[in-house]
Nanobody, 115 residues
Framework: QVQLVESGGGLVQPGGSLRLSCRAS????????MSWYRQAPGKERELVAI????????NYADSVKGRFTISRDNAKNTVYLQMNTLKPEDTAVYYC????????WGQGTQVTVSS
């Protein structure tokens, strides 16, 4: 049974930092392309960051480049999203996504950036 469990969300002031974690099970994590998406109220879900299964190649949405960093630890079956210099417009539910032979989603974790 595939599971993606996100953690690390919460309330943070503008300019602050958070690190999201997504622990995976039920599939071969090291072979999967891992991504973080987010969905703000009234908006469509959007891709935030992606990391490949080979060579750990990363790519980011323009809105988060230079502020967010995606990484993975295959020994721990975990993908991370380090978020720095957070802005109110980063407020959203953040979802972990895995792609190998199928596509899998976590339940989401809320990130709220507000003073």
């Amino acid at each position: 049974q595939v599971q993606l469990v996100e953690s690390g969300g919460g309330l943070v002031q503008p300019g602050g930092s958070l690190r999201l974690s997504c622990r995976a099970s039920g599939f071969t994590f090291s072979s999967a392309i891992m991504s973080w998406y987010r969905q703000a109220p009234g908006k469509e879900r959007e891709l935030v960051a992606i990391i490949t299964s080979v060579a750990d190649i990363t790519n980011y949405a323009d809105s988060v480049k230079g502020r967010f960093t995606i990484s993975r630890d295959n020994a721990k079956n975990t993908v991370y999203l380090q978020m720095n210099t957070l802005k109110p417009e980063d407020t959203a539910v953040y979802y972990c996504n895995a792609r190998d032979y199928g596509t899998y989603w976590g339940q989401g974790t809320q990130v709220t950036v507000s003073s």
